[in-house]
């Protein structure tokens, strides 16, 4: 089994986090992992995307031409990688800052999601928006075990972040929720 997903957005939005995790959960499942971040100079602000793959054996490379998902944090990076997913893929979208209506495929399932607000007024906490859409595309695409990305937390938070592991858990849980109930 190989799963490749390119997550793309902002700089700040915590695009690379959310690969990191997913790739980190991964291994902690015994999976074959790439992480590959790619970011402009601006940093904050400016595009920002990774390519995380998972597999049961070897990775031959840790480019993805055709991945089978796109998390897009950010209308231009829907843009930019709407058209290389691929057929049967999945792409979750935080309709906060992007429109799904200009995916224009019918050969995906989209899942659209307003994370921004979710993670402001429900969670209060703004910087969490990144996690609710990770918990939706866990949900969905079945890439890892959402419990073991849940159990992964502790071990993936350094000693000075770990007071942020409960709001983190909460984001995921909620974009989980959203995912299975689409609200």
């Known amino acids: 089994m190989l799963y490749d997903v390119i997550m793309a957005g902002f700089g700040g939005q915590g695009v690379l ?3 990191d995790l997913l790739a980190f959960a ?3 499942e015994g999976r074959q992992v790439t992480w590959m971040p790619a970011y402009g100079v601006e940093m904050r602000g400016g595009a920002a995307n ?3 793959i998972i597999s049961d054996r070897k990775i031959g490379s840790p480019l993805s031409v055709e991945p089978a998902a796109l998390i897009a944090m950010s209308q231009p990076g829907l843009v930019k990688f709407r058209e290389r997913v691929r057929p ?4 979750v979208i935080n309709t906060s800052l992007a429109d799904p209506e200009s995916v224009a495929r019918n050969d995906v399932e989209v899942v659209g999601l307003p994370a921004n607000e979710i993670a402001t007024e429900e969670l209060n906490d703004p910087k969490n928006a990144n996690m609710v859409v990770l918990g939706a595309f866990i949900t969905k695409s079945g890439a890892v075990s959402f419990e073991k990305t849940l159990d992964s ?3 993936f938070l350094p000693p000075e972040r770990q007071r942020l592991a409960e709001g983190i858990a909460r984001a995921l849980q909620r974009g989980k929720l959203f995912a299975q109930e689409g609200r």
């Open 50 to 52: 990774c390519t995380v």
């Open 26 to 28: 991964a291994m902690r």
């Open 17 to 19: 986090l959310i690969g």
């Open 88 to 91: 049967g893929g999945l792409m």
């Open 153 to 155: 937390l502790s071990a």
